[in-house]
């Protein structure tokens, strides 16, 4: 599975950005999608998951109720759109999926916050 992250930039604190996750060729409609994110000098930290069958999302304490992931009706992308950003929202989003046990990348997409 090729994953292809896009969707980051600069943004200005309490704004919003919407990121997007695509296996080109390919669907997402049977993969659970997390996303992460890595930070300077900071671990990795996972963001969010969209379930593979009924879609169910779950999310880090860190951006509930400001991170929202949805699948299109597609179901060739997933998105996780982000509102309120601040600072500490910085850093480079991945998405993710697992197959069989083996974990597969995108590639990354810078998101910075800063006024």
């Known amino acids: 599975v090729q994953l292809q992250a896009s969707g980051g930039g600069l943004v200005q604190p309490g704004g919003s950005l919407r990121l997007s996750c695509a296996a080109p060729g390919d669907s997402l409609d049977y993969y659970t999608i997390a996303w992460f994110r890595k930070a300077p000098g900071k671990k990795r930290e996972g963001v969010g998951c969209?379930?593979?069958?009924?879609?169910?999302?779950m999310y880090a304490g860190s951006v509930k109720g400001r991170f929202t992931m949805s699948r299109d009706q597609a179901k060739t992308m997933v998105y996780l759109q982000m509102n309120n950003l601040n600072p500490v929202d910085s850093a480079v989003y991945y998405c993710?999926?697992?197959?069989?046990?083996?974990?597969?990348w995108g590639q990354g997409t810078q998101v910075t916050v800063s006024s």
């Open positions: 993710n999926t697992q197959v069989r046990g083996e974990s597969y």
């Open positions: 969209i379930e593979s069958d009924d879609s169910r999302t």
